[in-house]
C-alpha cells in the first residue's frame, strides 16, 4: 500500500535551516504530483510547495525565496529544504502525494504522518 514517511524535523532558532525528507513507497513515484502541507497548532492545513511528476514546482507567497521542494525519482524520495527560518513556520509539516502528473493546491491522495518543525524566536 502507499506510505509516505517523513524525516528530518526538529527544533531550530529563527534565521536557522532544517531539510525534510519523504520516503515513498507502494506507488509508482516518478508519475505523481508531490507536495508538502503544514499545520500550526490551532490552525487549517495550508499548502507550502509542489512538484509535479516532469519538475515543476509552485510555493506559496509565505515560503517563497526561502523554501525549495525537490524529489529523486531514483530512490522514490522527496525533499523540502527550509532556509531563514521564522517562528511562524513552526507546524506539522506533511508530505502528500496526487494520483495525477500534475499538481491542484492541497488536493492530494495520500498523506503522511507528519514531522514537527519549531522554529524559536
Known amino acids: 500500500q502507499v506510505q509516505l514517511v517523513e524525516s528530518g524535523g526538529g527544533s531550530v532558532q529563527a534565521g ?12 509508482t513515484y516518478s508519475y505523481y504530483c508531490m507536495g508538502w502541507v503544514r499545520q500550526a497548532p490551532g490552525k487549517e492545513r495550508e499548502g507550502v510547495a509542489t512538484i509535479n511528476s516532469d519538475g515543476a514546482t509552485t510555493y ?22 527550509m532556509n531563514s527560518l521564522k517562528p511562524e513556520d513552526t507546524a506539522l509539516y506533511y508530505c502528500a502525494a496526487r494520483n495525477t502528473w500534475w ?9 503522511g504522518q507528519g514531522t514537527q518543525v519549531t522554529v524559536s524566536s
Do not use: M, P
Open 103 to 111: 499538481c491542484r493546491g492541497i488536493d492530494f491522495d495520500y498523506w
Open 16 to 27: 536557522g535551516s532544517l531539510t525534510l525528507s519523504c520516503a515513498a513507497s507502494g506507488f
Open 60 to 81: 506559496e507567497d509565505y515560503v517563497k525565496g526561502r523554501f525549495t521542494i525537490s524529489r529523486d525519482n531514483a530512490k522514490n524520495t522527496l525533499y523540502l529544504q
